[in-house]
């Protein structure tokens, strides 16, 4: 039994469990657990089972809490480090740290990396430790013998660093390898690698001696001796590898595969222990890696692994043939990764690094993971963040167990890593195992400007577009009518404030830790332009994420400094002045000039060269020349007024004589193909542009814009600049910016790159023109950066490149800036490479667009012109197909179409809602979205949802709601709009569904969390919804149509009714028992009166006696006139109402068999039931011949029959008078008797036993029919005997049920439906394709719709069954949890579908299937 609430439990990196119970709010609603983390670090989730019988464990998934930094008690946002990289070994002496990283504190660093200060071995390297628990000496000034005493010295000064500078400290640890020269390896030999205790490594031992070997023999003179002194010698000595190691090795031996091996493992692993799973050959690949390179007999694969992943022995010998010719190619590539290795320079891989074997826990190597656990937990206790070092090659469990002590030690230490895995789903598993709050990346690694603008907005550099939307889907926003105290407005993924009671979590990239430099890789000087290290530097300073940057960076060292040999100190930086970055308040930005005044139009030709240059333009009608004057750089510069003249205003230069344009400056057709420059700015206010920031240098390098670039960085991440755009103007020329969604600020970054030396300094012919949305309120910074000769080399200290910062004092002088139509224009013109540009901007009108959104968008104004509709016009509000549409509007309008995206699938707010889901949960990078560009680029859509509701009158009020959104939207900057139509248009939809979700019953209100269910659930309101009059009248009309005693299977409007259908009586008869169950007047609608359409002796005149005056009348002629038989043949038989039917098929036929109380019924060539496809083939033979007839007894029809009798004989005389029929051979039947014959019969009929001769192989199930005319058709195994189970489980018995119901469950249920047809059957096709023109009778014209397709509704009577027989099943392992599982699929169909439906039937396993209904109401 399943038993108690749902439970979450949470594992912690500490092997901690914490389990939270959890709260459901009904039966099949969310059920949600709250947690709160006890501390930073990953966390592991996952749902065990609700009980003892619920042996099953949901999804597990990890998230990781990230630890809260701050300064002097101030919390400092990741976002805002901005960390500096020093060699330790070059900052001077431990103690001094606080006085010579000091002016680093005052250029904006907040974060100082420290290289290891642990004692390095005989290769000098920092990173190839001595001795992990010691401090080298030669970094302090007065070292301790006393380890402690150390600790507590570089203690101080880190604590000295923070107080007194604000500056955070961050040492790196390296847990993967050590010095080989480390002491403690001598007293503990376990630690390192032995091909004793690692046998694997025997190839790789042989490869050392035979290379020790080769080496002796160049050592002796032997093999054309030692001397290399070109690349003929390298030559000569690589192609001696070849054929003296690499040959005689045959390393090929390792790599073959031992097959006897393998099979004997299969053999020894027992199937029943090791069940088989699902064939993988990768999963069988990966098996063999334990035992490649340990025997010369080859690899082995695993018997868990052959027996989980090979159905049969002859499988796994396939299997191991590829095996063995990829494990060949494996070794051709291994010895030609051997040789590249061996030609490079490998001694710090290969001599000097010695990893060790550490094994799986601390049992297994105790000394050295206690070793480097102290290690790593000694640095956390001093140091606010640890690095981890190549965090890829230290074992996963290693790493995990260190961290989870070093966050013991120091909750919030801020772990960030290098790693190299070149694999998402990796970096997620590092990520999520180990707790790693950032991860490396670098500029410098980026190979053009265009690769560099990608990353800046990609969420590997956790960007977040501008104006991108919510990932909240449309109906998991709260409603209006949704207490606000019970979820306030919560800030989604989107940074944007959405009314919502969940966020949803979705994997990301690890945030990154951007450095424009990192201290191992080359510096600008060496891979670019030494003038790049400005451009890079601001581009880097420009992404959301957390930056960084080495120290020699700044100061344009022309390379790195060596982690092994460098030994020099770096430079005192002096004159570092404190910095105040300009940012005025939008309140205290300076006032528009008047529009009054007359703004001066400067006229400038910035070319040399010429002998005269005047202007000519429209501001006097092109009448007089304006005279301009050479100034001393070549250029010609004048000025004239415009005051007359409306601007724009266009204008040409005459150049010695020549009329022409300046193409670098703003241009204009004047509407006759001819190409002026043109001058612009707007009524409202001048370029009025305080700044710049920095207005001198008097540092080395860049220092002097790198104090403002920090400084920016942090602002901008404290003050929630977390959206960012990224342009490219030019090949190389990059615009960022960076904008707060709170204030609608915006800072750019203009940055022309130096990526190749000698590269022309003119810019780009094709250089787009800049456009900001709001005006420029600040300049921070305009530079230029100029690098000459190769500076000067000094023995005792690190210097840095002779560089010249050229340092612009306004806007004008780097670039053309006009206004217009509300946005400022800038086009550069003095902008070599090597610049940057960096401004701030304020909105205009921004903040009132979104106010004026705001107040349309309260619940009241929302719900107000909702509250008078009814389901039909709200209905219409959210769907309407493309044919309704058509038909509404005389064909004038169909569905929306977005190019490249196609049709939406409904007219109303639910298509443009669902197209926006599907996109939310597809792409991270939701503005590439078709959908979003279209709203992005015009207000069409918004424009083609008011205009579809001029039909309406009574959607009056929505139609006047959507004019204000859509001209509010009109209002904002471009790039803002698909966010705020988002906003608008969902809440409106959520809103819509909410109304009709309320107004749709009970039944529907308390399981709103439905909604995509909402359009099924209102068309059919009268069956489940409590919309009991809708379902009254619906009852009512089909009893006044019952004719022959049936109900029609087409009603055309009771105009010309088919009465073909057998089973359509009994589902109505059921829903008559349904409806008096749970409609307030019960058992009074028995009483309700009846008037048939065509009367009783109009079709059978022996029963004529019986004409219904109630509906309890009504049941007993339908259950009298089945007893007595009904035979007649259809109205209008023939092509009319059917084109492919037979004659034959057309006489319906229907009898009692007396002994049993079962009703047979139909022939082999009509269709009576749901199964009911009708043959159309010529070609292949199956027209007029249907696929299932399911002639005799079909099983359903027997429960729906048990179930009205069981009722019939419960019920009241008073409420149902009639106790028995006249059979056919006169004899009367009481109801009880009829129900009792059934009860008697019923198993013995339809049970298939163990021992019963059948034909068919599979026993211990239900027939599915009962006198079927084709040979074997009761045999079939069909999902037709769990609707007869749920409505009459009295038939049934237990033991039988369960059976029958598990062998349905492993042979019929699909991901979203039931199989019509066991897949074993000889005559199951699953894939349905109504259009099949060929000659395979079984498929063609889709002769196969019933025999194996997976249709949906019948898992709901399975289900029903399942619930009954099995929830209570002591040996059951798929109880109620695993129905409800089973469920969850169907959730999210309905989340994923852009119909929001279920469809009708889906082809095999689950799979689209194209002429299916794709919204199937029933």
Request: negative net charge; charged residues 20%.
């Amino acid at each position: 039994m399943t038993t108690g609430l749902p439970k979450l439990v949470v594992c912690g990196e500490l092997d901690e469990e914490l389990t939270v119970e959890g709260t459901c709010g009904s039966a099949i609603g969310d059920w949600q657990a709250v947690w709160l983390p006890a501390r930073p670090g990953p966390y592991e989730f996952r749902y065990p089972g609700k009980g003892e019988g619920d042996v099953r464990e949901g999804p597990r998934c990890r998230i990781v809490v990230d630890p809260s930094l701050a300064i002097r008690g101030v919390p400092l946002p990741a976002r805002a480090v901005s960390q500096l990289t020093v060699l330790s070994r070059c900052a001077g002496a431990i103690e001094k740290w606080p006085s010579s990283l000091a002016p680093q504190a005052e250029l904006g660093y907040n974060m100082v990396h420290f290289t290891p200060i642990q004692p390095p071995g005989e290769s000098g390297s920092c990173y190839s430790l001595d001795n992990q628990n010691a401090i080298d000496p030669t970094l302090m000034m007065k070292p301790s013998p006393d380890h402690e005493k150390n600790l507590q010295a570089v203690a101080a000064a880190v604590s000295t660093l923070e107080k007194d500078h604000g500056m955070l400290s961050a040492m790196d640890i390296v847990l993967n390898h050590t010095a080989g020269t480390a002491p403690w390896l001598l007293d503990h030999p376990e630690c390192a690698y032995t091909v004793g205790n690692c046998p694997h490594l025997s190839a790789a031992a042989e490869l050392d001696e035979r290379l020790a070997w080769y080496s002796d023999e160049l050592r002796d003179g032997r093999l054309g001796g030692p001397h290399i002194q070109n690349d003929s010698d390298v030559h000569r000595v690589m192609d001696g590898i070849q054929k003296h190691v690499l040959g005689p090795l045959n390393l090929k031996e390792y790599y073959g595969v031992d097959e006897a091996a393998c099979l004997a493992a299969f053999a020894k692993t027992s199937a029943e222990a090791v069940p088989f799973e699902h064939d993988d050959y990768d999963a069988l690949k990966a098996s063999v890696l334990p035992s490649l390179g340990k025997s010369r007999q080859g690899v082995v694969v695993t018997g868990d692994a052959a027996r989980r992943h090979c159905r049969s022995q002859k499988e796994l010998q396939g299997h191991l043939s590829r095996l063995s010719g990829d494990m060949l190619s494996e070794c051709a590539g291994l010895e030609r990764d051997i040789l590249e290795a061996l030609g490079g320079v490998i001694r710090y891989e290969r001599l000097e690094c010695k990893k060790g074997p550490v094994g799986y826990s601390p049992h297994d190597a105790p000394f050295l993971w206690e070793h480097m656990t102290q290690y790593a937990v000694s640095m956390a206790k001093i140091f606010h963040a640890i690095r981890l070092d190549n965090a890829h090659s230290t074992p996963l469990h290693v790493s995990r167990h260190v961290l989870a002590q070093v966050r013991k030690a120091n909750p919030h230490c801020w772990i960030f890593a290098e790693l190299f895995t070149g694999n998402f789903q990796t970096d997620l598993l590092y990520q999520g195992t180990l707790g790693i709050n950032a991860l490396i990346r670098e500029s410098m690694q980026c190979s053009s400007p265009h690769e560099m603008s990608g990353n800046l907005r990609g969420t590997l550099w956790g960007a977040h577009p501008i104006g991108a939307v919510s990932h909240v889907p449309t109906l998991s926003r709260l409603s209006a009518s949704t207490p606000r105290k019970q979820f306030p407005m919560t800030r989604s993924a989107s940074f944007a404030l959405i009314s919502t009671g969940t966020v949803p979590l979705r994997p990301r990239h690890c945030p990154a830790l951007l450095f424009d430099c990192t201290h191992d890789n080359q510096t600008p000087s060496e891979k670019r332009d030494p003038r790049d290290a400005l451009p890079n530097a601001a581009l880097t300073a420009a992404s959301c994420a957390s930056i960084g940057s080495v120290r020699g960076y700044d100061e344009l060292l022309p390379f790195n400094p060596s982690v092994v040999f460098e030994r020099r100190l770096y430079s005192e930086i002096a004159g570092v002045r404190p910095f105040t970055l300009g940012w005025p308040t939008l309140e205290d930005l300076p006032a528009a000039k008047s529009s009054s005044e007359s703004p001066a139009i400067e006229l400038m030709w910035p070319h040399s060269g010429a002998c005269k240059v005047v202007a000519r333009g429209a501001w006097d009608g092109w009448q007089a020349d304006v005279p301009l004057t050479k100034q001393s750089d070549g250029r010609w510069v004048g000025t004239v007024a415009a005051s007359s003249q409306p601007l724009p205003v266009q204008y040409k230069f005459i150049v010695d004589g020549n009329w022409t344009c300046d193409r670098s400056q703003p241009t204009a057709d004047d509407g006759f193909g001819n190409l002026n420059n043109v001058f612009s700015l707007s009524d409202e206010g001048a370029l009025c542009v305080e700044g710049p920031d920095v207005v001198e240098n008097t540092l080395p390098g860049i220092l002097v814009v790198k104090q403002l670039l920090n400084s920016l960085h942090v602002k901008l991440a404290r003050e929630g600049f977390v959206e960012i755009g990224v342009q490219n103007l030019a090949d190389d020329i990059v615009a960022v910016q960076r904008r707060s969604p709170d204030t609608g600020r915006r800072t750019w970054f203009v940055a022309r790159s130096a990526y190749w030396r000698n590269h022309d300094d003119g810019l780009p012919w094709n250089l787009d023109t800049l456009e900001i949305p709001g005006s420029i309120a600040f300049l921070h910074v305009a530079a230029s950066l100029s690098v000459s000769g190769n500076g000067k080399t000094d023995s005792q200290l690190l210097t840095g490149l002779d560089g010249h910062l050229c340092l612009h004092k306004s806007l004008g002088e780097v670039a053309h800036v006009w206004r217009e139509g509300g946005k400022t224009f800038l086009k550069l013109f003095n902008f070599p490479p090597g610049s940057i540009l960096v401004f701030s901007t304020n909105p205009n009108g921004e903040a009132k667009c979104r106010a004026e959104l705001d107040e349309l968008l309260i619940g009241d104004v929302v719900e107000k012109p909702l509250q008078t509709l009814n389901l039909s016009e709200l209905n219409y509000l959210l769907f309407s197909c493309e044919a309704e549409e058509q038909d509404r509007s005389g064909g004038a309008r169909g569905a929306y179409n977005v190019d490249g995206y196609g049709p939406l699938v409904y007219c109303g707010l639910m298509g443009v809602c669902a197209a926006l889901d599907l996109e939310r949960n597809s792409k991270t990078d939701l503005l590439s979205s078709r959908i979003f560009q279209n709203i992005r680029e015009g207000d069409w859509l918004i424009g083609y949802l008011t205009q579809r509701l001029e039909d309406m009158p009574q959607l009056e009020g929505v139609r006047d709601w959507l004019s204000k959104v859509r001209a509010i939207l009109a209002r904002f900057p471009r790039d803002l709009v698909p966010f705020h139509f988002d906003l608008a248009i969902s809440r409106l939809c959520a809103a819509v569904s909410d109304v009709m979700l309320r107004n749709s019953g009970g039944f529907v209100s308390n399981h709103g969390m439905y909604g995509p269910l909402v359009r099924d659930l209102a068309l059919a309101a009268g069956q489940l919804t409590e919309r009991f009059a809708e379902a009254r009248d619906t009852l009512l009309v089909y009893a006044s149509v019952v004719r022959h005693g049936l109900c029609p299977n087409l009603l055309d409007a009771a105009n010309r009714p088919r009465y073909n259908a057998r089973d359509a009586t009994w589902f109505f008869l059921q829903a008559i028992q349904d409806y008096v169950q749970m409609a307030p007047e019960g058992l009074g609608f028995l009483s309700a009166p009846v008037s048939l359409k065509w009367p009783v002796s109009t079709w059978d005149s022996d029963l004529s006696d019986l004409e219904p005056r109630t509906i309890a009348d009504l049941i007993h002629l339908i259950l009298s006139a089945h007893a007595k038989g009904i035979k007649f043949r259809e109205w209008n038989a023939g092509k009319s109402i059917d084109e492919h039917m037979t004659d034959e098929g057309f006489n319906i036929a229907i009898h009692l068999e007396e002994d049993t109380g079962l009703v047979y019924g139909g022939n082999q060539w009509n269709c009576g039931t749901w199964m009911d496809k009708m043959g159309s083939s010529e070609k292949a033979g199956n027209k007029g011949v249907p696929a299932t007839p399911r002639d005799g007894a079909p099983v359903e029809i027997i429960g729906l029959l048990k179930s009205v009798l069981r009722w019939v004989v419960s019920l009241d005389r008073t409420a149902f008078p009639h106790t028995a029929v006249r059979t056919q051979s006169g004899a009367q039947l009481t109801y009880k008797e009829w129900d009792e014959r059934l009860q008697r019969n019923f198993e013995r009929l339809f049970w298939v036993s163990p021992d019963e001769m059948a034909p068919t192989s599979l026993r211990c199930f239900y027939k599915d029919t009962v006198g079927a005319t084709r040979p074997g058709h009761d045999y079939q195994l069909r999902p037709n005997f769990p609707i007869a189970m749920a409505v009459a489980p009295e038939l049934f018995s237990p033991p039988f049920a369960q059976q029958a119901l598990k062998i349905a469950a492993e042979r019929l249920i699909g991901p979203l439906g039931m199989c019509t047809l066991d897949p074993s059957d000889a005559e199951y096709h699953g894939d349905y394709h109504n259009d099949d023109d060929s000659t395979d009778k079984a498929v063609a014209h889709g002769w196969n719709y019933h025999q194996g397709p997976e249709w949906v509704w019948p898992l709901g009577f399975f289900l029903r069954a399942w619930n009954h027989f099995c929830e209570g099943d002591d040996n059951n392992s798929q109880g109620g949890a695993a129905m409800t599982q089973r469920l969850l699929k169907h959730r999210a169909e309905l989340a994923s579908n852009p119909w929001r439906s279920l469809a009708e039937l889906t082809n095999s396993k689950g799979s689209l299937c194209s002429h299916s209904c794709p919204a199937q109401a029933w």
